[in-house]
């Protein structure tokens, strides 16, 4: 079946670093891909997504391509702020019906 | 402001009680969720609606009950069924994939509902 892996956490890093959040998708068909970011204590947010293969989704600095050939939707942000401090999950929409595929989630930790 | 709603945000419930969570949207969605999450692990889906008075479950149905009567609510009530029902709920909710339209399979969530037993 469908399925979403990402990079296991806590990632830490220093503010201004660039991150990159690994995720790679199992799917029949063309899905569309997500990120989403849950701040602590909150529900989640949509940070970026795109439907078809080559598609980047971009929002606040962060970017993620659709990688048809390599199945994956890595996360990627030049320079992170302690505010980018999260849980960020990636998810993908089969396209033979609209519930979310959910990755694990990655914790995300930026240090002053 | 269109947007959902859950509440309350807090929730505290005695072992063998039923607790009802309220999931309210404004967003003219037909589609409507609920997930839960445990601390520091991803969400699983306990019921899903696609329409008024219809929903199906999810992978963790057991001990959870819902209703839609209403396009703008989603109840969840949690039973005393459900063995370990401390965790964080989540509503969602979606504009259908047959409705056509860029965000058709995107989900718009609440703020969630730490419910608790003691």
């Known amino acids: 079946g469908d399925s979403v892996t990402q990079m296991e956490g806590p990632v830490t890093l220093s503010e201004e670093a660039f991150l990159t959040i690994n995720c790679t998708y199992t799917a029949t068909g063309y899905p569309s891909l997500f990120w989403y970011v849950q701040y602590p204590g909150e529900g989640l947010q949509l940070l970026l997504k795109?439907?078809?293969a080559d598609d980047k989704g971009s929002n606040k600095g962060f970017e993620a391509t659709y990688r048809k050939e390599t199945t994956s939707f890595h996360l990627e942000k030049g320079s992170v702020q302690v505010s980018d401090s999260a849980v960020y999950f990636c998810a993908l929409s089969p396209d033979s019906n609209y519930q979310l595929i959910w990755g694990a989630g990655t914790k995300l930790i930026i240090k002053p | 402001d269109g947007g959902i709603t859950q509440s309350p945000k807090y929730l505290f419930r005695k072992e063998g009680q039923n607790v009802t969570l309220s999931c309210e949207q404004n967003l003219n969605h037909d589609a409507m969720y609920w997930y839960r999450q445990d601390p520091g692990q991803g969400l699983r889906l306990i019921y899903y609606s696609q329409i008024v008075n219809d929903f199906q479950k999810g992978d963790i149905a057991e001990g959870y009950s819902v209703s839609r009567e209403k396009k703008e609510s989603f109840p969840l009530t949690v039973t005393s069924a459900q063995k370990n029902p401390t965790a964080f709920y989540l509503c969602a909710s979606s504009i259908p994939l047959d409705s056509g339209g860029p965000n058709t399979d995107t989900q718009y969530f609440g703020p969630g509902t730490r419910l608790t037993v003691l």
């Open positions: 795109a439907t078809k």
